[in-house]
C-alpha cells in the first residue's frame, strides 16, 4: 500500500520560514517523480512544486519561484519543501504526492494528474 506521510506545517507570520517533510511508503521512492500541492479553502488543488525521481529536474508553480526550494533524500524516502519568505497567500493545506509512472516512463511535473498516492496534508497558515 502507497502512503505518504506529511509533517512540518504550522502557523508563521509573514516572511517567516516552515520545512516540509513528506515520507513515502509502499513503492521503491527513487523509481518516482515526487511533488507538494496545496489547496487553499474554496480553491481547487495547484502544484506547488515537483521534482524527478533522480532530483535533476524541478518545476515550481509561478507564485513561489525563488521562495520555495523542493529536495528529495532517496536514501531516506523523504521529498521536502522548504518555504521561504512565506506570504498569507500561501495559506493552504499542503499535500505531497508520488508520481504515478515509475523512472522508465514521462512524468510531466506540471500536471497534476501526473500524480497520485495523495497524503493526508499539513496546513500551513500565514498571518500578516
Known sequence: QVQMVESGGGLVQAGGSLRLSCVASGRT??????G?????PGKKRLIVA?????????????SVKGRFTISRDNAKNTVFLQMNSLKP?????????????????????ADLADF????????????S
Open 29 to 34: 521512492f527513487s523509481d518516482y517523480a515526487m
Open 89 to 109: 497567500e500561501d495559506t493552504a493545506v499542503y499535500y505531497c504526492a508520488q508520481g504515478k509512472y515509475g523512472s522508465s516512463s514521462y512524468t510531466n511535473l
Open 116 to 127: 497520485d498516492s495523495w497524503g493526508q496534508g499539513t496546513q500551513v497558515t500565514v498571518s
Open 50 to 62: 515537483t521534482i524527478t525521481w533522480s532530483g535533476t529536474y524541478t518545476y515550481y508553480a509561478d
Open 36 to 40: 507538494w500541492f496545496r489547496q487553499a
